[in-house]
C-alpha cells in the first residue's frame, strides 16, 4: 500500500490528451513539492516533471503537472506510441521524514 | 558530463552480505545527496534512504532503517548500500539517483540487479 495513490493503469489513443492523478495526505503532497517520473520498459526511471509543474530541459511541452492541495495530476497531450510507460509520482513526507512514491501507473497507447 | 555508474548484477545465497555502489562523475559529488531506490520485480518503486556524500548524514524510509546500511566515501565519489543478511525477498532491483532541491531524482544509474536464491 503506497503513501501516494495512483491510478494503476490509465489509456488513451494517439493525438488524445491524458491526465493521471496522484493523491495523498497533508503530510506528504500538502506540503512538498511533488515530482514526476517516467519508467520506459527495461530502463532506468527518468524525471519528468518537477517542483509540480516543471519541466527538465529536454522534456517536450506535451507533458505537464499540477498540484492543488493534497493531490496532483499528470497530464499527456497529443498521446504518442513512444509514450507507453509507467509514470510514478513522487514526494517527501514530513511524518515520515523520507520520500514516498505513488505505486505508479501503467500508460497504454491503443 | 553527468553520470551514476552502478556495479554489476549480484547473485547469492540467503543469510549472505552484499554492498553495491554507485560512482558518479561529471560534478561535485559531495554537493548533492544520493538516493537507493528499490524495485522488486514487476512492482513499483520504493524509496530506501538518501545520504550527503560529504558528511554522511543519512535518512532512511521507515520500511527500510534497520535493513540497510547506506554509506560513501567522498574520496572516490562513490555511494555504497549494503546487507549485513541478505533474504530472498531482498531480490530487486536497486537504483541510485542524484537528489536535488524539492527532492527531485535528476540522474539515475542504470540499476543493479540483485538476485538472492538457495
Known amino acids: 500500500q503506497s503513501v501516494l495513490t495512483q491510478p494503476p493503469s490509465a489509456s488513451g489513443t494517439p493525438g488524445q490528451r491524458v491526465t493521471i492523478s496522484c493523491s495523498g495526505s497533508?503530510?506528504?503532497?500538502?506540503?512538498?513539492?511533488v515530482n514526476w517520473y517516467q519508467q520506459l520498459p527495461g530502463t532506468a526511471p527518468k524525471l519528468l516533471i518537477y517542483?509540480?509543474?516543471q519541466r527538465p530541459s529536454g522534456v517536450p511541452d506535451r507533458f505537464s503537472g499540477s498540484k492543488s492541495g493534497t493531490s496532483a495530476s499528470l497530464a499527456i497531450s497529443g498521446l504518442q506510441s513512444e509514450d507507453e510507460a509507467d509514470y510514478y509520482c513522487?514526494?517527501?513526507?514530513?511524518?515520515?521524514?523520507?520520500?514516498?512514491f505513488g505505486g505508479g501507473t501503467k500508460l497504454a497507447v491503443l | 558530463e553527468v553520470q551514476l555508474v552502478q556495479s554489476g548484477a549480484e547473485v547469492k545465497k540467503p543469510g549472505e552480505s552484499l554492498k553495491i555502489s554507485c560512482k558518479g562523475s561529471?560534478?561535485?559529488?559531495?554537493?548533492?545527496?544520493i538516493g537507493w531506490v528499490r524495485q522488486m520485480p514487476g512492482k513499483g518503486l520504493e524509496w530506501m534512504g538518501i545520504?550527503?556524500?560529504?558528511?554522511?548524514?543519512?535518512r532512511f524510509s521507515p520500511s527500510f532503517q534497520g535493513q540497510v546500511t547506506i554509506s560513501a566515501d567522498k574520496s572516490i565519489s562513490t555511494a555504497y548500500l549494503q546487507w549485513s543478511s541478505l533474504k530472498a525477498s531482498d531480490t530487486a532491483m536497486y537504483y541510485c539517483?542524484?537528489?536535488?532541491?524539492?527532492?527531485?531524482?535528476?540522474?539515475w544509474g542504470q540499476g543493479t540487479l540483485v538476485t538472492v536464491s538457495s
Open positions: 539517483a542524484r537528489r536535488l532541491g524539492g527532492g527531485r531524482f535528476d540522474y
Open positions: 561529471g560534478y561535485s559529488f559531495t554537493t548533492y545527496w
Open positions: 545520504i550527503s556524500p560529504g558528511d554522511s548524514d543519512t
Open positions: 497533508s503530510s506528504n503532497i500538502g506540503r512538498n513539492p
Open positions: 517542483s509540480n509543474n
Open positions: 513522487a514526494a517527501w513526507d514530513d511524518s515520515l521524514n523520507g520520500g514516498v
